[in-house]
């Protein structure tokens, strides 16, 4: 672990047990390698902690493991030019900048965003499709419109959700379907 890994201060409370108990505040980077349940890349920040020598070793190495697997927080223009490759520039009369506003609005461009509504379906990731009508959550058995399980929407590959939304883009509301968009 690097020094710059480690940043704060050691209080040495006492004696416990077998060893020193030692009560670090600190922020830890995930062995250089940016953590994604933070927004800051790279930076894990951490409450106080009362940590054994062995195990403070491990946290950093733990933390990353147990991190949501396979959602991204993408960048705005990363995110613009995945978009625009995949053809929604113009698609419906939307501009490349009416799809960023929307995955902006709905989920600042983090792909593993689940929000639980009140009739019980679920908005999920980066541009909050429901379960209500577009994809699969087996506990309702809705309509599935773009025959997809509702967990294909939460990784970091997006094409899936790109095709779903330019399909409901293609309903009679295009974007207004979405609750941020007024256009």
């Not at 294909?152 to 009679?172: E, F, H, N, W, Y």
């Amino acid at each position: 672990m690097r020094s710059s890994d480690v940043h704060g201060s050691v209080h040495t409370p006492g004696i416990s047990g077998e060893g020193l108990m030692v009560v670090f505040s600190f922020s830890i980077g995930c062995l250089g390698v940016p953590c994604p349940t933070c927004r800051s890349p790279g930076i894990m920040s951490f409450p106080t902690l009362f940590l054994g020598k062995k195990l403070l070793l491990l946290l950093p190495l733990l933390m990353c493991f147990t991190s949501r697997v396979g959602g991204k927080i993408f960048r705005r223009c990363e995110l613009a030019h995945l978009l625009k490759v995949s053809g929604l520039e113009g698609y419906r009369g939307y501009s490349l900048a009416d799809w960023v506003c929307l995955a902006f609005y709905e989920s600042h461009f983090d792909t593993a965003i689940v929000d639980h509504e009140a009739d019980g379906s679920t908005s999920n990731g980066i541009f909050q499709i429901n379960s209500h009508l577009w994809c699969e959550d087996y506990k309702h058995f809705q309509p599935n419109f773009c025959k997809m399980h509702c967990s294909d929407l939460l990784t970091s590959d997006i094409k899936d959700d790109i095709v779903c939304a330019m399909r409901i883009a293609q309903g009679p509301r295009g974007l207004g379907a979405w609750y941020h968009c007024s256009v």
